[in-house]
């Protein structure tokens, strides 16, 4: 057998061959294998649409070719420098960033509440709720509070010591159990001395804010007083105090159904929030242990006691 012949039976040479064959053929297959283990940036047709429509807004005109490269550049220039910042962990403490995309879940989870409506036994339950409410709840829901009275006026322009005067005749009409003449008592005033069913607007629009609030606190009964409004000192005498009422159903349903979704939508946000918090175990500090204990007792309260996967215990 010659030389020649015996070199290519060599088991080494198939070897290089097949070798060579295979490193030739997954350099073909691969020849953009540089990109192959690189993260993805995608650019969507969603995305170029959404940069024209915005560029159009601002501008009242679509953008050109040339401005559009631009666009599409700045956005993908844009998507590149966030993810890098994110893995530079530049997101971590700022505190702008941190509170939009709170704000963005605060919106989805609104989205989500809004998309449910109540049954009317709901908005009954809820329109008996607010009976109780009457001294803090949405005035809008109530009936304004009304009152009927008399006063007599004392003028501290016209009094040396208006308000001792006001005191003094205070005295006299409680001795005579209100048998007393009162229209020579007081000084002369443009204001009518009798109102019926006022509400605190029209009463505080005649005597001020300050008089009216006072005047509504008081209950029917003998005269009471004195109380200064913006142009003197006043003795009242109560004949009627009717308190804010709940309107008719009908009339405040539309609110009543306002009022549903913002009770939902915290109910919602809170049960969000008290699943999540599962997932975390929240380590503070020992001097700042107190402000977080009722957040350590629901974490406590979680299936199991198990910290979340990945936790230190």
């Known amino acids: 057998m010659?030389?020649?012949?015996?070199?290519?039976?060599?088991?080494?040479?198939?070897?290089?061959?097949?070798?060579?064959?295979?490193?030739?053929?997954?350099?073909?297959?691969?020849r953009?294998?540089?990109?192959?283990?690189?993260?993805?940036?995608?650019?969507?047709?969603?995305?170029?649409?959404?940069?024209?429509?915005?560029?159009?807004?601002?501008?009242?005109?679509?953008?050109?070719?040339?401005?559009?490269?631009?666009?599409?550049?700045?956005?993908?220039?844009?998507?590149?420098?966030a993810r890098q910042a994110?893995?530079?962990?530049?997101?971590?403490?700022?505190?702008?960033?941190?509170?939009?995309?709170?704000?963005?879940?605060?919106?989805?989870?609104?989205?989500?509440?809004?998309?449910?409506?109540?049954?009317?036994?709901?908005?009954?339950?809820?329109y008996e709720a607010q009976r109780s409410q009457a001294q803090s709840g949405p005035g809008t829901m109530f009936t304004r509070p009304r009152i009927s009275f008399t006063h007599i006026f004392f003028s501290r322009d016209q009094r040396a010591d208006a308000a001792a005067d006001a005191w003094q005749a205070l005295g006299v009409l409680a001795r005579s159990d209100g048998a007393t003449p009162t229209a020579a008592m007081g000084d002369q005033?443009?204001?009518?001395?009798?109102?019926?069913?006022?509400?605190?607007?029209?009463?505080?629009?005649?005597?001020?804010?300050?008089?009216?609030?006072?005047?509504?606190?008081?209950?029917p009964g003998p005269w009471q007083g004195p109380i200064e409004s913006t142009q003197g000192f006043h003795l009242v005498r109560i004949t009627q105090l009717t308190p804010a009422q709940l309107r008719p159903f009908d009339e405040i349903k539309e609110q009543l159904v306002e009022l549903w979704h913002e009770?939902?939508?915290?109910?919602?946000?809170?049960?969000?929030?008290?699943?999540?918090?599962?997932?975390?175990?929240?380590?503070p500090d020992e001097s700042v242990k107190a402000l977080v204990g009722p957040l350590l007792d629901e974490q406590a309260a979680a299936p199991n006691g198990v910290a979340p996967k990945g936790v230190a215990q």
Do not use: C
């Open 86 to 126: 994110q893995e530079l962990g530049l997101d971590k403490d700022d505190v702008v960033l941190r509170r939009r995309l709170a704000q963005k879940m605060t919106f989805l989870l609104q989205d989500n509440s809004r998309r449910a409506q109540p049954s009317d036994d709901e908005l009954h339950r809820l």
């Open 32 to 81: 953009d294998g540089n990109d192959a283990g690189a993260p993805q940036l995608r650019l969507a047709e969603s995305d170029v649409a959404w940069l024209k429509e915005t560029f159009a807004l601002e501008r009242q005109r679509e953008p050109n070719e040339a401005e559009l490269r631009a666009l599409v550049r700045g956005f993908v220039k844009e998507q590149l420098l």
């Open 263 to 283: 009770q939902s939508q915290r109910e919602s946000e809170e049960r969000y929030f008290v699943e999540q918090l599962k997932r975390y175990r929240l380590v």
């Open 189 to 219: 005033i443009s204001i009518k001395p009798e109102f019926r069913n006022a509400d605190e607007r029209a009463v505080a629009n005649q005597f001020g804010a300050k008089f009216a609030a006072r005047l509504f606190g008081l209950g």
């Open 2 to 30: 010659s030389e020649r012949a015996r070199f290519l039976q060599e088991p080494l040479l198939h070897f290089l061959v097949i070798g060579a064959v295979l490193f030739g053929a997954y350099a073909w297959l691969n």
